[in-house]
């Protein structure tokens, strides 16, 4: 991500970024990148969900790809039934995590580590 200043203030931009990594630590290729979020839920001034994902000559992924592959990670999804004073650790090489809607109140404290 780079931070460009405005004369409103600060703009982050992203990309692009490859779809895919290599975890060296398990030799293995993994799915790395948030481009259903990106497409299905960050919808403001700075973000058009259908310009956000692209192939890396800038045309956009036709819809239907888009929404096979948040099909695809609704099949595999697992939710975590969560208790007051839970503790979860990811691992982001490892799973892909999201959010689900809630009732409030709720405090997630969150760290990241290398």
């Known amino acids: 991500m780079k931070l460009e200043w405005t004369e409103d203030g600060v703009k982050s931009i992203m990309g692009p970024i490859p779809a895919v990594k290599l975890d060296e630590s398990r030799n293995r290729k993994i799915w790395f990148n948030s481009m259903v979020a990106a497409y299905t839920g960050w919808k403001d001034a ?33 939710a975590i039934p969560w208790k007051k004073g839970d503790v979860l650790l990811v691992d982001n090489w490892a799973v892909l995590h999201s959010r689900r809607s809630f009732d409030p109140p709720r405090r997630v404290l969150a760290s990241l580590c290398k």
């Open 46 to 78: 700075r973000n058009n969900p259908v310009k956000a994902v692209t192939f890396g000559n800038g045309n956009p992924l036709p819809h239907n790809v888009v929404h096979d592959c948040l099909k695809i990670l609704e099949e595999e999804c697992i």
